[in-house]
């Protein structure tokens, strides 16, 4: 009978860590998402610049091909 009875609870206890984990996992940070959001921004702020860039430095290398 002891047997069974620490089986059970050991299975309660293994149940209850397993809850605790799914609890701890379903929360979020928000400054972790707020940090993520900002880094993205910056990600297509640079890749906008870049490209941007890049079209003007075309333009210009054209202009003075044509022009010469």
Do not use: C, P, W
């Amino acid at each position: 009978m002891d047997k069974h009875r620490n089986y059970i609870n050991t299975q309660k206890t293994a149940e209850e860590n397993n809850l605790r984990k799914l609890n701890y996992k379903n929360k979020v940070d928000i400054n972790v998402l707020l940090n993520r959001v900002r880094s993205d921004k910056k990600k297509e702020k640079l890749e906008s610049l870049l490209f941007f860039g890049f079209i003007s430095l075309a333009v210009i290398v054209t202009g003075v091909i044509v022009s010469l």
